[in-house]
């Protein structure tokens, strides 16, 4: 398959745009919609008390992803749960060198590795059907921008590592056909149409679940809070981000809807942010926000080594040096 040329400043822009909107929204976290005035600012705070550009759990498995798709050459379930159990137990790729946060879907597919040897720990269970592997996606689409088949294997795959409800994969596999046509510059209108995938009629001969299919046809673009809502149950997460990116014409505007939903919304943030990120490019870069984040320069690496994995073959890729930020 033809390789495709994807500016690098879109694979920093992804990752740093993750981190930035988990930052903005750890300032809301847990906060019910109506109980806190908007905000238009990276705070930092939040009830983890973080400082301003600090992130949570989302961006720590994210680049504890990356880092495993980097060092194994490729994907390796094993090499990955290895590396959220030293997130999990020592704050490994964390913004703070501690633990700060996990959901209990992604404790119990841990505890289970660790007894197990088994990396496909994720529960199947319906009430397992949480945002936690939707929220890390990102560096499969990276990784396997030329080859959406089979980015849409491993995206399914990253997600039974922690979770294994068809709901959840199946919001991970969508969502990343979404980051590589964004990487790949497809307009936004292209990109929001129902049902889009990078290879032409996907959708019509792979099964989504019903709750995904539904924001694969454009639930997102009919609705509005309070139908919008920044819960943890991932198709209500997915909605949330898809909306204030369908809702919005720059990425911080999209980003400060997509927080101030209030509840989850580091999540929330953190998958906007993704997807945001990769769609607006070397703009995102430029941010004062992108200044502020905690490990930028660790997350700037982690972007260039992802690009020169994905194109290791490509003839002519040149290595960009210095920073990017």
């Known amino acids: 398959m033809q390789q495709a040329t994807i500016p690098w400043q879109r694979y920093a822009a992804c990752l740093v745009g993750a981190a930035i909107g988990d930052a903005l929204g750890a300032t809301l976290e847990f906060q019910r919609p109506g109980s806190f005035v908007s905000i238009s600012d990276m705070l930092g ?139 790949r510059g497809v307009p936004k209108t292209q990109l929001l149409a129902a049902n889009y995938h990078p290879l032409a009629n996907y959708w019509q001969h792979q099964t989504l679940s019903p709750e995904i299919a539904e924001i694969a046809a454009g639930s997102f673009r009919e609705r509005q809070p309070p139908e919008i809502e920044a819960l943890g149950y991932v198709p209500r997460t997915l909605e949330a981000a898809l909306w204030a990116f369908y809702q919005s014409t720059s990425f911080e505007q999209g980003c400060l809807l997509a927080v101030n939903l209030g509840n989850d919304a580091d999540t929330t943030g953190a998958i906007y942010g993704q997807l945001a990120g990769a769609y607006y490019g070397e703009v995102v870069l430029h941010s004062p926000w992108a200044n502020r984040i905690a490990l930028k320069q660790t997350i700037a690496t982690f972007a260039a080594k992802l690009n020169l994995l994905a194109f290791f073959n490509h003839e002519g890729h040149e290595e960009h040096e210095g920073t990017l930020f």
Not at 135 to 156: E, F, G, H, K, S
């Open 45 to 183: 705070g939040g009830v983890f008390n973080l400082a301003a550009g600090q992130w949570t759990d989302d961006t720590a498995m994210l680049l504890c992803l990356a880092e495993s798709l980097i060092e194994s050459k490729g994907f390796d379930a094993v090499d990955q749960m290895q590396r959220y159990r030293r997130w999990l137990k020592a704050g490994h790729l964390s913004s703070t060198g501690g633990y700060i946060d996990s959901g209990r879907t992604i404790r119990e597919a841990i505890n289970y590795f660790s007894q197990t040897g088994d990396a496909y720990a994720g529960d199947q269970d319906r009430w397992s059907a949480g945002n936690g592997s939707l929220m890390r996606i990102a560096p499969i689409a990276l990784a396997y921008v030329n080859n959406p088949q089979l980015a849409d294997n491993y995206a399914a795959a990253s997600s039974r590592t922690t979770h294994g409800n068809q709901i959840a994969i199946d919001a991970c596999r969508y969502f990343t056909g979404l980051i590589i046509g964004a990487l």
